[in-house]
């Protein structure tokens, strides 16, 4: 048992997050949450990014409204929702039922030499989020609450937003594909089926 | 065709025609199989955007700024739907950095932008971006075709919609403000 105060180990919460994942649609942020999601096992329907930071939060929006019968987890950083925060009013206006927005917080730029992100000063991502409208948005900080949270994002109303305060800790990097064709391409046809091949 | 007369609230006996080429975009767009349209408003797709908001098939969001579009349209096509991206000049360079998106991905992007910075503007502000959004398309890999008369828009429209979703590239329409009407604030600032 660790300390009630001690942080989350970032892998351990990504870990959580996709137990028994079943047929979870995951868009995982440029960086760390990349390496997490995939050393948690790469899959064809994951969908990480490797660049276009900015992107995680909104691409689980089109994907949620675009199949609304599936479950989409994003799991991005605070450095890259703090770039597009303005997406967090976007879909709590959109209210997508099927969206869980993870953001994993360390409170650092983990790629560029762990520099302070703003939440290091105390800004309060899961607060912006519910100002935005997003009902269902919390800070979390023990294991039980990554339960919680990973149980909301298999069958919970959304849209869900978390902020996982967890350890600055850098870790091995574990790399799925990095050609862009590749990773749309299997994540077409493991949703969509073969038809996805054929332009 | 839209004239300026039209715009600034001209006194004539009757009022002038409203331009009828965004109806036929919106046409060329159902036809394309569009089902999202992702956009931060502009006056020159305003008849466009009321067609979307009166259509129950077409999830039409606003944006708080145009890169939004860019990866919520990605994330459209990952789970095998069609959208397009409705926006001004001005926020084809706030998309730079988020096109390497489609670029990498080949993936497509149907991209509608409305000028301002080119023919007849007044506002000086507008111009370095209007003047640059071409070269800014193509640097980032877009293929951009352009729209100067008001027949000529919606055919434009389909040939970049059949590019995009056929080839699965990203792909811009370029409405010069020929077609859309030049603003004229200081006939404006007078009334």
């Not at chain 1, 600055?168 to 594909?177: K, Q, R, S």
């Not at chain 2, 700024?65 to 360079?93: I, N």
């Not at chain 2, 075709?145 to 995009?164: F, H, I, K």
Request: aromatic share 4%; charged share 20%; proline share 6%.
């Amino acid at each position: 048992m660790t300390h009630p105060n001690a942080l989350l180990h970032r892998r351990d919460v990504v870990n959580e997050l996709l137990r028994a994942r079943g047929d979870l649609l995951v868009i995982a942020g440029l960086g760390a949450p990349n390496w997490d999601v995939s050393a948690a096992g790469d899959h064809p329907n994951n969908f990480p990014l490797w660049g276009a930071m900015g992107a995680a939060s909104m691409i689980g929006l089109g994907l949620a409204m675009a199949q609304p019968k599936r479950r989409v987890l994003v799991i991005t950083g605070d450095g890259e929702m703090l770039m597009s925060i303005g997406a967090l009013a976007t879909i709590a206006v959109e209210k997508p039922a099927n969206l869980t927005i993870a953001v994993l917080d360390n409170e650092r730029f983990g790629e560029t030499g762990m520099q302070k992100t703003h939440t290091a000063a105390g800004v309060d991502l899961a607060a912006m989020a519910a100002a935005a409208g997003i009902r269902t948005s919390r800070v979390v900080r023990t294991q039980a609450e990554v339960t919680g949270i990973r149980d909301l994002a298999h069958q919970g109303s959304g849209p869900v937003f978390a902020q996982i305060k967890i350890h600055p800790e850098a870790l091995v990097f574990v790399m799925p594909p990095a050609d862009g064709v590749i990773l749309t391409t299997r994540f077409r046809q493991s949703v969509l089926g073969e038809s996805a091949l054929y332009n | 065709m839209a004239d300026i007369g039209a715009k600034t609230g001209g006194q004539g006996s009757s009022p002038p025609a409203l331009p009828t080429w965004p109806d036929e975009v919106y046409r060329a767009l159902k036809d394309a199989g569009v089902r999202q349209v992702a956009m931060v408003p502009d006056a020159g797709h305003s008849r466009l955007i009321r067609s979307f908001e009166a259509d129950p098939e077409t999830r039409l969001v606003t944006l708080t700024t145009e890169e939004e579009g860019v990866a919520m349209l990605a994330g459209a096509w990952l789970g095998g739907e069609r959208g397009v991206l409705l926006l001004q000049s001005s926020g084809v360079g706030n998309c730079i950095n988020m096109l390497s998106l489609p670029a990498i991905c080949h993936m497509p992007l149907l991209m509608i932008v409305t000028m301002r910075g080119d023919w007849g503007e007044f506002n000086p502000w507008q111009i370095p971006m209007g003047q640059g959004t071409r070269a800014v398309l193509e640097a980032m890999g877009v293929i951009v075709t352009r729209a100067d008369e008001p027949d000529l828009v919606a055919s434009t429209v389909q040939g970049a919609a059949n590019l995009a979703f056929n080839t699965w590239r990203p792909a811009a329409v370029l409405i010069g403000q020929r077609v859309l009407g030049a603003k004229n604030f200081k006939e404006l600032a007078r009334k």
